[in-house]
């Protein structure tokens, strides 16, 4: 049986809601495996708008079991809120339907404010643009071995003990920020009163998913924001602050690596950025605010306006071989249609030098233009295409030269943001 893991293979929004909806009908189980509620997936389901942070996607699926892995960091009071609202549009969700990994790192309400506090404090240049939900320092604590973590919540004497020691690093970080110190019994009050839901799903995650590995179960990995955001190998520093990469499913729930079997990179058929850092293709011109209209490119999860550019083909290639991608699933091709010529970026000049990578340096990143291949667009309407037949032969040769440029095949086409407006090529759970 395959396992499939999805990750964004640009800098996130691509389009993973629909496609992880749409693969999460033959899966068993549904499992995160890094980020936070900085993550927001949209799924429609027969016109039904379900608007998700931290939950997998599979919980609107009835009759799955949707994990939430040790490789997110997780708000407490925002999952229960989430819960609460997404069981108010009728979805059932109760232990046996959702995991929550016994070592995940809580976001407690102190990440927040740091991660708003430093973004308001950062000059022109420093600002990295977040979603001000305190991903990258509850990640900080993380690593720094003085997180919160989800079984910590179920012994008041652990619980005080971790908590102290968090404040200890926070309180100096706060003096030194000018925020008032934390108010140490409050907090602890809060994480009381949230213990109990929060531990009626906790579960050992690692156990459970190798357990239902050997069983014969599918499992489908289901990634947030996007690649290019990786805190390894994404633009950094403006990036996020977790592995973004579809190697980390493995790390991100306690499996193997032999457990993956698929990578599914879902592509959207341009380029997209919220937050600040280099976009070498962005359009500040018409086209880019064509792009960003037909697309309705603002973020779900702060509704700001998303910088638009053309297709980036080298950015890919990069994106495509650091997590090993099997297929794409190439998304928002009808956002394209109309346009009388369309560009594609296969490589970058930098200082009259043809290189066919992005370099690491940023002060090299900057020099970097792109070079573009022009391809002919199409006059004629792609939304809701559900076969090859149904597509002009200009956007045909589009996706095919995309296939080409990055050296990796299409397995799905998304034509809109209904599920059933799919084209299928190679099903990334067939044996
Ligand atoms: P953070 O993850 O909130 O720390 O934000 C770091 C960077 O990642 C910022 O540029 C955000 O705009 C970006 N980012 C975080 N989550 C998403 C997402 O789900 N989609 C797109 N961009 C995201």
Not at 185 to 197: F, N, Q, T
Request: one cysteine or more.
């Amino acid at each position: 049986m395959a396992n499939v893991v999805v990750v964004g293979a640009q800098w996130g929004d691509e389009g993973k809601g629909k496609i992880v909806d749409w693969l999460s009908e033959r899966a068993d189980v549904i499992a995160r495996f890094q980020g936070g509620h900085n993550a927001g997936h949209t799924l429609v389901i027969d016109g039904k708008v379900y608007k998700l942070n931290a939950l997998p996607s599979g919980v609107v699926r009835g009759g799955k079991l949707s994990v939430i892995g040790n490789g997110v960091v997780l708000d407490p009071w925002h999952l229960v809120s989430e819960i609460a609202k997404i069981r108010e549009q009728g979805v059932e969700i109760t232990p046996e339907t959702l995991m929550i990994a016994e070592n995940t790192p809580l976001i407690l309400p102190i990440h927040g404010e740091l991660d708003r506090a430093r973004e308001d404090a950062a000059s022109k240049g420093t600002k990295i643009g977040t979603t001000g939900r305190g991903i990258g320092p509850a990640y900080e604590d993380k690593v720094g071995r003085r997180s919160v973590r989800v079984a910590d919540l179920a012994d008041d004497k652990t619980l005080e003990t971790r908590v102290d020691r968090a404040l200890e690093h926070h309180n100096a970080l706060r003096r030194g920020l000018g925020i008032d110190e934390v108010d140490r019994d409050a907090l602890l009050a809060r994480l009381k009163e949230i213990a109990p839901e929060i531990l009626s799903y906790a579960a050992p995650v690692w156990k459970v998913l190798n357990e239902k590995r050997k069983a014969g179960k599918r499992i489908l990995f289901e990634g947030a924001q996007g690649a290019l955001l990786d805190i390894d190998f994404g633009t950094y520093p403006f990036v996020t602050s977790s592995n973004v990469i579809a190697g980390q499913a493995a790390t991100g729930v306690g499996m193997g690596p032999g457990a993956i079997d698929f990578v599914l990179g879902i592509v959207k058929a341009y380029t997209t950025r919220v937050g600040e850092g280099p976009f070498p293709t962005e359009l500040l011109d018409d086209d880019g605010q064509r792009l960003g209209e037909r697309g309705h490119e603002f973020g779900t999860v702060t509704g700001r306006k998303r910088r638009c550019g053309w297709f980036d083909a080298a950015l890919l290639r990069q994106t495509c071989a650091t997590s090993g991608m099997n297929g794409i699933a190439l998304t928002k091709l009808d956002v394209l249609d109309g346009f009388e010529t369309l560009k594609i970026c296969v490589a970058y000049d930098l200082d009259g030098e043809r290189l066919d990578y992005l370099p690491t340096a940023a002060e090299l990143q900057a020099r970097c233009t792109p070079i573009y291949e022009e391809m002919p667009g199409w006059s004629e309407s792609t939304e809701g295409a559900r076969s090859w037949a149904e597509l002009p032969a200009n956007a045909i040769k589009y996706v095919r030269r995309v296939e080409e440029l990055i050296d990796c095949p299409v397995a799905l086409l998304s034509t809109s943001p209904e599920r059933e407006d799919t084209i299928l090529v190679t099903d990334p759970f067939a044996d």
